[in-house]
């Protein structure tokens, strides 16, 4: 990650502080929208320092609230700012910081779960895959409801080339809960290694800036939060599809105090379940005892690898869900035991109905 740079030369004018911006436009932090104002400039600053030189810079701000970050990002002299708020109360303390920076910020009124970013910026922001990382960041102080499925859904694009990631290995700079963060950068035999942490060190250098004590936040959350910078791979790690990575590291994970061959059974239909599993493993050369939280990258590659060899020559295992193989069992067993109770209640000498078995 490049050092800060020195800020450009380029200021703001004098405004309101975030705080009499909160007043006067009577805002509030809505708990059901997990937001928390950050109105340390200090703490502000530093976050937005962790994403590199921002000089002349595009800049896309998740959830700008009262525009704390923004008016950092744009001190930091980014020319191209655009920032994504589904909350329609903040859009006029928006407005008024992009008068103040004519020509440099943008804002979209929308749900950044929705927003179409790939085709927020000019193509000319664009860099191959292959070469360094576009002058181009994603940066938010994220809502604790949504940070998680969208660096999901990120890590997804960053996979498939899609989304932000259309212009090349553009670097994101977000807040996550502490906890989340931890997981993100568990290494092998951390007890905080999860499916999270798999998913994103794959395609990804992650990188755990700071953590910023949960009392610099207004109204102050129960945990403190991180600071967490990713750098897409210029290769990924696993060379298979996202959503066949996320299946298996999903369903090894589920059984995380057990070894891993317990979650690699759930791949496969019980009646070929030992079978299958241990053909996998196998294949992939890892030990079958070995728990979840042993498992380094090479070793869910390799899993990884050897289950799309038995894909292709069984593809109906591609759609297989072990969950939905209970609820069948479970129906087929309460149905059963609906025709036992049935039988066992007909009085002695009552003549079955048509639809009654013999």
Not at 169 to 187: D, M, N
Not at 290 to 315: F, G, K, M, W
């Amino acid at each position: 990650m490049a050092a800060p740079g020195k800020l450009a030369s380029f200021r703001l004018p004098p405004l309101p502080s975030i705080s009499e911006l909160i007043k006067l436009y009577n805002l509030r932090a809505e708990k059901q929208l997990s937001q928390n104002f950050l109105l340390d400039m200090k703490i502000v600053d530093k976050l937005v320092s962790q994403a590199g030189s921002l000089e002349d810079a595009s800049v896309c701000e998740v959830g700008p609230g009262p525009g704390g970050l923004t008016r950092s990002i744009l001190n930091a002299g980014a020319k191209d700012v655009l920032v994504v708020e589904k909350d329609s109360r903040f859009i006029p303390g928006l407005k008024l910081l992009s008068e103040a920076a004519p020509g440099r910020m943008r804002i979209v009124h929308g749900d950044i779960l929705t927003y179409k970013m790939n085709r927020g910026f000019p193509e000319n922001v664009s860099k191959p895959w292959e070469e360094d990382p576009p002058n181009l960041h994603i940066i938010g102080n994220l809502p604790f409801n949504v940070a998680t499925p969208l660096i999901i859904r990120w890590l997804e694009n960053i996979a498939n080339r899609t989304g932000p990631f259309v212009y090349g290995r553009t670097r994101l700079t977000l807040t996550f809960q502490k906890e989340v963060v931890e997981r993100l950068t568990a290494s092998t035999r951390s007890k905080q290694r999860s499916r999270l942490s798999i998913m994103a060190q794959y395609l990804c250098t992650v990188h755990n800036c700071f953590t910023i004590p949960g009392s610099a936040f207004v109204p102050k959350p129960k945990v403190d939060v991180g600071v967490v910078h990713f750098t897409p791979l210029v290769q990924p790690q696993i060379q298979q599809p996202f959503k066949m990575v996320e299946k298996v590291v999903r369903n090894i994970f589920q059984f995380r105090r057990k070894y891993c061959h317990r979650g690699i059974g759930m791949l496969f239909p019980e009646a070929r379940r030992a079978e299958l599993t241990q053909e996998m493993m196998q294949k992939a050369d890892v030990d079958p005892t070995l728990p979840p939280v042993e498992l380094t990258i090479p070793h869910i590659r390799a899993l990884v690898d050897s289950y799309a060899q038995l894909c292709t020559l069984e593809p109906h295992l591609l759609t297989f869900e072990f969950r939905e193989e209970l609820c069948l069992k479970h129906r087929s067993r309460s149905a059963e035991q609906k025709k036992t109770r049935t039988f066992m209640d007909t009085p002695a000498g009552t003549p079955l109905s048509p639809q009654q078995p013999h």
